[in-house]
Nanobody, 127 residues
Framework: DVQLQASGGGLVQAGGSLRLSCVAS????????IGWFRQAPGKEREGVSA????????YYADSVKGRFTISSDNAKNTVYLQMNNLKPEDTAVYYC????????????????????WGKGTQVTVSS
């Protein structure tokens, strides 16, 4: 069973930073895709950042490029999302998602989502 546990959300002022963590289990870290998605009240789910071993590249939504960074610590089965220069429009519930095995690029998964989802963590950015 794939399990994903996200944490690290909270309340921060605009311009501040947060780091989200996602501890993953139930799949091998040599053939997978993992990413972060978010959903704000009244809005559709949005892909924030994703990575796939199918192409090895990291992808970001245009709205977060240059501010957010996805990284992983395979020894800890953990993926991180470092969020800097946060803006009020970044306020949302953030979800970690994963899929294994994979054939698509991170860009594809950023658009279409993944098979397995964790519970979300709330990020609130005050102005």
């Amino acid at each position: 069973d794939v399990q994903l546990q996200a944490s690290g959300g909270g309340l921060v002022q605009a311009g501040g930073s947060l780091r989200l963590s996602c501890v993953a289990s139930g799949f091998t870290f040599d053939d997978y895709a993992i990413g972060w998605f978010r959903q704000a009240p009244g809005k559709e789910r949005e892909g924030v950042s994703a990575f796939s071993t199918a192409d090895g590249n990291k992808y970001y939504a245009d709205s977060v490029k240059g501010r957010f960074t996805i990284s992983s610590d395979n020894a800890k089965n953990t993926v991180y999302l470092q969020m800097n220069n946060l803006k009020p429009e970044d306020t949302a519930v953030y979800y970690c998602a994963a899929e294994s095995p994979v054939w698509h690029s991170g860009s594809w998964f950023l658009t279409y989502g993944m098979d397995h989802w964790g519970k979300g963590t709330q990020v609130t950015v005050s102005s």
